[in-house]
C-alpha cells in the first residue's frame, strides 16, 4: 500500500484567509485525489489532479476556491481559499494502489474556520 | 452516474453477536467496490475490495462482503463483532472515480 502523509495535521483559520494543504507520497503515483468530509457527512470527491495537466474538478468545485498543484509524480497541494465557516471539513488526499484497484487515503487535514 | 446507498445511519449489536452493514449501488458497467473504516480522529483504512471472482471476499479485521450482482448490493459482515469494530464504515464504488456512501456508524455494546 502507498504510504501517504499530509501537513498540516489540523488548523484553525481566520475566515477570508487561505490555506495550502500538503500531500507527499513514499511512491510515483499518476493520479491524486483530494477529497473533503464534511462535519458528519461522507466523503466527496473534489478533484483529480493528475502530473503536467491542470486538475479536473468536480461539480460544484471550482478552481479558484480548491487551486490545486501537482509539481511532481509524488506531492501535491490544495489550497482552500477565502474560506468561510462552511469550509470547516477534513481533506483527505488518495491514490491508487500499485495495482490501480485499491485507493488509499492520507490522515487528513482537519480544517476549522472560525 | 454511479452511486452508492447506506440505507443504515447507525447500527447497534452486541459484542459477539454478527454484524452486518448494508450496501447497494448503482453502476453502469462492471463496477470496483469497496468498504472502508474510519476510526474516530483516524485516517480512512481500506478493509476490502470486490473486483472480480469469487462473490464472497475476505477482508481485514475479519470482516468479508459479499457481492450480489442481482441485488446490486455489497453487503459487510463479520460473524462476531467486536467493541472494537464501533467505527464508522464507508461503501464504495468505481468505474472512473471513487463514489461513496453516506456512511454507517456502527456501535458495538460489550
Not at chain 1, 77 to 94: F, K, Q, R
Request: hydrophobic share 35%; glycine share 8%; proline share 6%.
Amino acid at each position: 500500500s502507498a504510504v501517504i502523509s499530509q501537513k498540516p495535521s489540523r488548523d484553525i483559520c481566520q475566515r477570508g484567509t487561505s490555506l495550502t494543504i500538503q500531500c507527499q507520497v513514499d511512491s510515483q503515483v499518476t493520479m491524486m485525489f483530494w477529497y473533503r468530509q464534511q462535519p458528519g457527512q461522507s466523503l466527496t470527491l473534489i478533484a483529480t489532479a493528475n502530473q503536467g495537466s491542470e486538475a479536473t474538478y468536480e461539480s460544484g468545485f471550482v478552481i479558484d476556491k480548491f487551486p490545486i498543484s501537482r509539481p511532481n509524480l509524488t506531492f501535491s497541494t490544495l489550497t482552500v481559499s477565502n474560506m468561510s465557516p462552511e469550509d470547516s471539513s477534513i481533506y483527505l488526499c488518495s491514490t491508487p494502489g500499485r495495482a490501480q484497484e485499491t485507493q488509499y487515503f492520507g490522515p487528513g487535514t482537519r480544517l476549522l474556520v472560525l | 452516474a454511479q452511486s452508492v446507498a447506506q440505507p443504515e445511519d447507525q447500527v447497534n449489536v452486541a459484542e459477539g453477536n454478527p454484524l452486518t452493514v448494508k450496501c447497494t449501488y448503482s453502476v453502469s458497467g462492471n463496477p470496483y467496490l469497496f468498504w472502508y473504516v474510519q476510526y474516530p480522529n483516524r485516517g480512512l483504512q481500506f478493509l476490502l475490495k470486490y473486483i472480480t471472482g469469487d462473490n464472497l471476499v475476505k477482508g481485514s479485521y475479519g470482516f468479508e462482503a459479499e457481492f450480489n450482482k442481482s441485488q446490486t448490493s455489497f453487503h459487510l459482515k463479520k460473524p462476531s463483532a467486536l467493541v472494537s469494530d464501533s467505527a464508522l464504515y464507508f461503501c464504495a464504488v468505481r468505474v472512473i472515480v471513487l463514489t461513496f456512501g453516506g456512511g454507517t456508524r456502527v456501535l458495538v455494546k460489550p
